[in-house]
């Protein structure tokens, strides 16, 4: 393998990790922005009480 091809599949490796980070970065951000206040309330209420974080 050539120094030049080598340093295209290098690239494309970085090319592809950075692609799936930004994809799963944004799946975060939709997730989160589109559902619904009320649930993401009551799972953080949920974890709260399960590690046993005074509310109420
Ligand atoms: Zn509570």
Redesign the pocket.
């Known amino acids: 393998m050539t120094t030049a091809a080598q340093t295209a599949v290098k690239t494309e490796t970085n090319m592809a990790s950075i692609a799936f980070a930004a994809f799963l970065g944004l799946s975060v951000l939709f997730i989160t922005g589109f559902a619904s206040s009320a649930t993401l309330h009551d799972t953080a209420?949920d974890m709260?009480?399960a590690i046993g974080f005074a509310?109420?």
Do not use: A, I, S
């Open positions: 209420h709260r009480h509310c109420h």
